[in-house]
């Protein structure tokens, strides 16, 4: 079982889910998707403001302490100046990943041109895959529709579960 | 009304268009699409040469002093030696906005699979986009033609005329 | 013709054909493509081990002293630990040239979603464009089959042969 976690940015760095409320955040998408689709474990998950050093720490963390196989960051792709996520990203990644935004752009692009806009990229930091998501609900579906079926192997790979000859 | 600049890049640095010469440039589409697709106007025009000092310092001129919402370049973008204005832009952005180069070159490709040579890159500098297109009239509305329904989002998005979820 | 060169990755670092084997290996389908589709000349193989030092310093020598006009590499373009072609590549080379394996991947994603793991980039060094491709046979063919009828024209204006106004 691959061991997920996500990381959101929100300008008002509430957290987007309290009892009670209507699940249909951009976090229980991404929650629903890796458990039904992927039969991953989210084992942490954190909100924090759309500060570049705030979003690199928090991924950080997430990888060398939490040693998660993948993070899925929703928001703070866009182009508003506020929107930082892909240079937190890109800052402590030690390998880029480019196909998988690169996929999710055009997959998505497909149905919505406007998912030309957003500046997600992918990479690796040590055996963790980081993975930039859109912040609307609707965005995160669109984009992890595209990829998800390869992440187990994607992972398998990258954690040294499974061989490779790429 | 979007304040739209242009950087071409010319090895003779002769202006390509004088009063009463055929108007098929590559200037000329971009002025045509700029103002008659996007209601944009054109606030600043520039010939360089193939130097990246020289690009560097009209991106910067045209970003930082005329404030300009986008900035198109044309020209510089191929695999000759003197072809360098994506090196420019990279060393001059603060973010980068894959999405519409790989879009570009996505589209043009589906017409003329040469368009995969093209070496465009795209990215912010503060309040401004900046995006490189190829130098010959065809290139720049093949290319030109992807991507420029979704600018004046883009742009009010950027500067902060419009909200965004991303 | 084109003076083309391959570098090849192996974790054990032999030598993938020997006399009297079969000669379905990546580096045969390379060869071939090469020689019968582009009218190119293989006048370099080297097969290092997965460290990115010993990759930049072949890359280095068959661009710097071999004067290839194309070095194709195969491997070490996975998610795997040891993979870091594409990290060795982006060492060495002064200008992107992001199309090629854009093109690649969206064009191997048609047949094999899986291609959306390959981190391959392609960029130049002074007169050399480089491409990273993958470890497998399949793969390799996969790849190359995209971009191959780009390459002579590609070549040609890299090198000077051919003027262009991109």
Redesign the interface.
């Known amino acids: 079982m691959s061991r997920c976690a996500m990381e959101g940015c929100d300008p008002d760095c509430q957290r987007p889910r309290l009892a009670g409320e209507r699940e249909d955040t951009s976090a229980q998408v991404i929650r629903e998707l890796v458990e039904e689709e992927m039969g991953g474990e989210i084992i942490e998950y954190r909100v924090v403001p759309d500060e570049k050093d705030e979003i690199m720490a928090a991924l950080i963390e997430m990888t060398d302490y939490y040693n998660a196989d993948l993070i899925l960051t929703t ?7 506020r ?2 996520t ?2 937190a990203t890109l800052s402590i990644v030690d ?9 999710m ?2 997959g998505a ?1 497909a149905k919505t ?7 997600a ?1 992918s990479g ?1 930091r040590g ?1 963790t ?1 980081i993975i930039n998501l ?3 609900p609707k ?1 995160v579906h669109e984009n992890l529709a595209v ?1 998800i ?2 992440l187990p ?2 992972l398998a ?2 954690t ?1 579960r499974e061989g ?3």
Chains 1, 2, 3 share one sequence.
């Open positions: 928001g703070g792709t866009g182009l508003a100046p929107d930082v892909p240079e390998r880029l990943a480019p196909g998988f935004a690169e996929a752009r055009q692009m041109p406007r998912a030309m806009l957003s500046r990229v690796i055996r895959l859109p912040g609307s965005g990829i079926d390869q192997h994607a790979i990258l040294g490779d000859h790429g």
